[in-house]
């Protein structure tokens, strides 16, 4: 077992190191952009950074680039180009800031952002396959869709040693070796089992830490946020996957967040309800959307934006070397059908963290620009209800479009929902 750092320097230490990986990481693609070199684009649940690394491509997140221009507050501008150019209103807002900043030549607030010579998205979200269409149009590359079969009902995954499991599998592994084939004419480049290997390697090593992080916000008082600190992990869980300094940014963090709980330092001064949300966070007024829950005492210790935006990675599944495609392939399945359920059937997932992380009230936040998660959660909050006897709140407003966010209405929602809470005790 890791022994304790003694350094009190060590708190604060993931979100400065996260913030100075992501600037760094938006510089290189900024060098991408003027160099030219290969970029691809890939998305959150099911990027296959292990097979483009292989090939040395540079990966460009689209969804990330896009919840960036809300988090700096200027997503209104690149909406309403996207929306004067074509774009309906109430579809995807990632997809409407990727267009306009594709319009202005990769024009991002942190840099320049290149175009792709290769995308692949997976079928976790249907807006992924309409997207990555986009930019076969503008760019004429080639976009390469992964079948990832998700989960056919309710509780009925299936699992290693099971005949339909096994067929999956080998679904999955064939399209990754026609991926790799891809990835060999646009590169130019040999595939390197070894090269896979290392980044598979890297990766095991990411997502066990991340997986050890969230289990140590079950302590009280919870070591971090799932809504800010959360998203700044999720971005380098991300964009950093399969790669030392990944690595090294997880093993860090680890022993930062076991250094607070070990002093029972928690991310708020004054926790008093535990909460879980579900759902993607209110970007456009990120800062003031979750300090309508600190200022009660409220901190999100667990949320099914933690599952689904990492690609499954939660699930601390870890690739066996010694057979990497199959093994890959195994891993994607696990990781992407667990993404797709958080996004989908997260009722019976959330009742299960309710109890080990002392869960006093789950948050549904349903928003306008993702249909795809935000559909069915009515029916999620009633059947979770149905398993378990937890007040919860549903609040809806918008992950991009600032237009649809109404601050004051959903301070009275959330007040009135601390107030029950508060009565309840
Ligand atoms: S999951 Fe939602 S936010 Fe993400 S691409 Fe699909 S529709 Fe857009």
């Given amino acids: 077992m890791r022994e304790i750092a003694s350094d009190s320097s060590l708190v604060g230490r993931g979100m400065t190191d996260g913030a100075g990986l992501f600037r760094r990481w938006f510089d290189r693609l900024t060098t991408a952009a003027a160099s030219g070199r290969p970029t691809a684009y890939v998305f959150v649940m099911g990027s296959l950074a292990e097979v483009l690394r292989v090939f040395d491509f540079e990966l460009s997140f689209p969804e990330i680039n896009s919840l960036q221009t809300a988090v700096r507050r200027v997503a ?178 680890v022993e930062e967040l076991e250094y607070k709980a070990a002093r029972g330092l928690g991310t708020i001064d004054d926790e008093r309800y535990r909460l879980v949300f579900v759902g993607v966070p209110c970007y456009p007024i990120f800062r003031r959307f979750n300090e309508m829950f600190s200022e009660w005492g409220g901190v999100f210790v667990n949320s099914t934006y933690l599952w689904f935006a990492s690609g499954g990675a939660d699930l601390g599944f870890e690739y066996d070397l010694a057979r990497p495609i199959e093994s890959l392939a195994e891993g994607v399945l696990i990781s992407v059908r667990h993404a797709i359920d958080g996004m989908l059937y997260q009722d019976g997932a959330v009742a299960d963290v309710l109890e080990p992380f002392h869960v006093d009230g789950v948050v549904f936040h349903p928003i306008k620009s993702c249909r795809t998660v935000s559909t069915g959660l009515a029916d999620s909050r009633r059947a979770l209800l149905r398993r378990a006897d937890i007040p919860s709140l549903f609040i809806e407003s918008d992950m991009m479009d600032k237009r649809v966010v109404s601050e004051a209405q959903l301070k009275n929602r959330i007040d009135a929902f601390f107030e029950g809470l508060a009565a309840r005790r």
């Fill in 76 to 253: 209104g501008q690149y909406l309403s180009e996207a929306e004067d150019y074509g774009y309906s209103p109430d579809i995807c807002g990632y997809v409407k800031a990727d267009v306009a900043l594709q319009l202005r030549k990769g024009a991002h607030p942190m840099g320049t952002l290149p175009p792709p010579a290769i995308a692949v998205a997976t079928t976790a979200c249907n807006t992924y396959v309409k997207w990555a269409e986009i930019w076969e149009r503008l760019y004429h590359i080639p976009i390469f869709t992964l079948d990832v079969p998700g989960t056919r009902r309710a509780g009925g995954q299936t699992w290693p040693g099971d005949p339909d499991f096994a067929a999956d599998r080998d679904y999955v592994a064939a399209q990754i070796k026609e991926l790799i084939a891809l990835c060999e004419t646009v590169s130019g480049k040999r595939f390197d089992i070894d090269r896979l290997r290392e980044t598979l390697a890297l990766t095991n090593a990411m997502t066990s830490a991340w997986r050890r992080a969230i289990a140590l916000n079950r302590q009280r008082p919870a070591v971090f946020s799932a809504l800010t600190e959360g998203t700044v992990y999720l971005g380098v869980a991300n964009g950093l996957r399969g790669t030392p300094e990944g690595r090294d940014f997880f093993d860090g963090l």
